[in-house]
């Protein structure tokens, strides 16, 4: 088990040899074995998948946020059949010093598409609409995200 009050803050990047997939409309989106994680206190990991491993059609959102760690994300919006998933991903294009390994990867919202998993796992989403934590059987909270969590 990995508690989230053990990872640290700033967060910290980390390579991963677990298969991250991705999927969308019964089309795989992303398929990795090169992906990193990004662990932070009180979230579970997000994934961060080489853009050569995303096999689905991107378009920019206009959204943008900024992390005080890693710097400015910007979104993408999901293309898969006649669906629209807007904001289903980001990235940090310039990310600040420190997570350079950021550049060229993309994290997905697993709550906003049909399923998520690390090596063959179901993802549950992270709860919230902000974090886009991948929570797995091996990780313990108390996870920051749900109602009355934004103070923590």
Do not use: N
């Not at 990047?13 to 992303?30: D, K, L, M, Q, S």
């Not at 993802?123 to 886009?132: A, I, K, L, R």
Request: overall charge negative; proline content about 9%.
């Amino acid at each position: 088990m990995e508690s989230v009050w053990d990872y640290p803050r700033p967060p910290r990047v980390e390579p991963t040899p677990r298969r991250i997939v991705v999927r969308h409309g019964g089309r795989t989106v992303a398929d990795s074995q090169r992906a990193v994680r990004v662990l932070e206190t009180s979230h579970p990991p997000v994934y961060y998948i080489p853009r050569d491993d995303v096999a689905a059609h991107l378009e920019p959102s206009r959204t943008s946020t900024l992390c005080e760690f890693k710097g400015v994300a910007g979104y993408w919006d999901l293309h898969v059949g006649d669906a629209v998933i807007q904001d289903a991903a980001w990235e940090y294009a310039a990310p600040s010093a420190g997570y350079e390994v950021l550049r060229g990867r993309l994290a997905f919202y697993p709550g906003k598409v049909d399923e998520c998993t690390v090596d063959g796992e179901r993802v549950v989403p992270q709860s919230g609409d902000f974090y886009g934590g991948w929570v797995t059987a091996e990780i313990a909270g108390p996870i920051k995200g749900a109602p009355g969590t934004q103070g923590w």
